[in-house]
């Protein structure tokens, strides 16, 4: 039992998360480099002669230079066991990100150094707080003009409502920075320029602020600058607080450029320190944590055929309690069944490595027969809970989809069936129908993921045709049947794969017309059995 509290309290396992853009996937390849995973870092904004993001592994994403899956990626560094999840920052994908920020115990939120707190980080950080998971930050982009920091943690206050430590400081003026100092250590670190473009880690000068030749080389201007910044800090900012920063009331900043390599290091080896170990997780009979002793997961991703060749199909768990062992036979709640979990597997990407153990807070891949889905139950034969359910998100744009050769069915159905339990799409049939489906999504970028997907993965082309619906809520009542629904002339009644009853309405106004003139009804924007966010 000690040995499996000894290994909890060396993993950290967090997620990064921040508006499109901000440089989340470039930081993510970073945080590699410097753990020893990879040797030489591929910008997402490629140059032709550079390599792709390592963590970036579908072909749309390589094309794209943007990231719509959820990748998990493990590496050793200073005796830790680091699980990094990157998600995806486009807002069309938060369904995802919002089921990954389930399995991580902290988040990193990246900020642009120009734009400050942007619209998807705002939403994403309010999951964060909803979760109480500790919120560490790290400005990015410091190698181009930006706002000051100053400015930039007034905005952390009033638009996130959370104040900022910062644990290292900018050193330069008006946006022209050459380096960071260490608040902790009292020294400067100034970055040597590179023609690496970032590929290979950065060398640095280390010294005190108070010695003559770092005065001389930083020149009097920036070294006043610095000084009387450090001053303000310690006589007017917040005192470091561990505890607020584990109730996600403080968080602790970090200044730095991940496309340089400027302040990466530092910010990983302070945040490994101050990142909190394995959390417990709540289920149906208290909180489960790695002290609980015997063997708990829960899936929190499903991914289809990442490797093509092999058409697989793999669950990521997370684990909460106990150990596991490879080979191992486990109980799944929500089938009642047991079940063996073959070919365990960890990530660096599309490289994979065999497991043997896993301890609380790993993340591992297990081959699915078609057996897991997102927000399953696994623990130990025997034992009879079920964790918190994940978040459901109503779709707000709908299409119908068919094969466009009615001799590829078959390979049709089984696409659609797959990316559904992927939770890439959400899926509805109206009754009576077999050649199409409706296909649901939170936005416009999963159809073209889907219609790509399908044609890459599945060999199938599709004819998509959008609907004119915004709404869609679960109808449930005392002997519901579809012809009982009034008022539904400008609206479409589907089943979800369930087989429970739908409605697709145009808009806000049109919904509360349908709701008023069937009062025995309920409407909701989520099915009972699931939890909104």
Known sequence: MQDIINQANQRRTFAIISHPDAGKTTLTEKL????????????????????????????????????????????????????????????????????????????????????????????????CKQRGIPIFTFVNKLDRFGKSPFELMEELENVLGIRAYPMNWPVGVHGNYTGVYNRQLAQVELFDKDGSHGQKALSSTIGSVDDPSFRQLLGEDVHQALCDDIELLDMAGDQFDQDKVAQGELTPMFFGSAM?????????????????????????????GPE????????????????????????????????????????????????????????????????????????????????????????????QFTFQDFPVFP?????????????????????????????????FRQPNTLESFIVGAVGSLQFEVLQYRLKQEYGVDILMHHLPYSVA?????????????????????????????????????????????????????????????
């Open 292 to 383: 609980t002793g015997e063997f708990s997961a829960f899936i929190f991703k499903i991914q289809a055929n990442m490797n093509p060749a092999h058409r697989d199909r793999i669950a990521f768990m997370r684990i909460c309690s106990g150990k596991f062992e490879r080979g191992m036979s486990v109980f799944h709640v929500q089938s009642g069944k047991l079940v063996k979990l073959g070919q365990p597997q960890q990530f660096l990407a599309q490289d994979r490595v065999i497991v043997e153990e896993a301890f609380p807070g790993d993340i591992i891949g297990v081959f699915d027969p078609g057996t897991f889905g997102i927000g399953d139950t696994i623990c130990q034969p025997g034992s």
């Open 32 to 127: 590699l480099l410097y753990g020893g995973a990879i040797h030489l870092a591929g910008s997402v904004k490629a140059r032709k002669t550079q390599k792709h993001a390592v963590s970036d592994w579908m072909e749309i994403e390589k094309q794209r230079g943007i990231s719509v899956t959820s990748s998990v990626l493990q590496f050793d560094y200073q005796g830790f066991r680091v699980n990094i999840l990157d998600t995806p920052g486009h807002q069309d994908f938060s369904e995802d990100t919002y089921r990954t920020l389930m399995a991580a115990d902290s988040a990193v939120m990246l900020i642009d150094v120009a734009k400050g707190v942007e619209e998807q980080t705002k939403k994403l950080f309010r999951v």
């Open 260 to 288: 340089t390599n400027f302040g990466v290091q530092p910010f990983l080896e302070e945040f490994l320190r101050l990142a909190p170990p394995p959390r417990p997780r709540q289920s149906s009979i208290g909180a489960i």
């Open 473 to 533: 809520r679960w109808v449930e009542g005392e002997g519901f049947h579809p012809k009982a629904l009034k008022s539904m002339d400008n609206g479409m009644l589907v089943e979800d794969i369930k087989e429970r009853p739908v409605v697709l309405i145009t808009n806000e106004w049109q919904f509360n017309w349908v709701r008023d003139r069937n009062p025995d009804f309920e409407f909701l924007v989520t099915p009972t059995n699931k939890r909104a966010v």
């Open 395 to 427: 779709p707000e744009q709908f299409a119908r989809v068919q094969a466009k050769d009615t001799m590829k069915r078959k390979q049709f159905v089984k696409g659609m069936t797959q990316l559904t339990q992927e939770g890439a799409v959400q899926v």
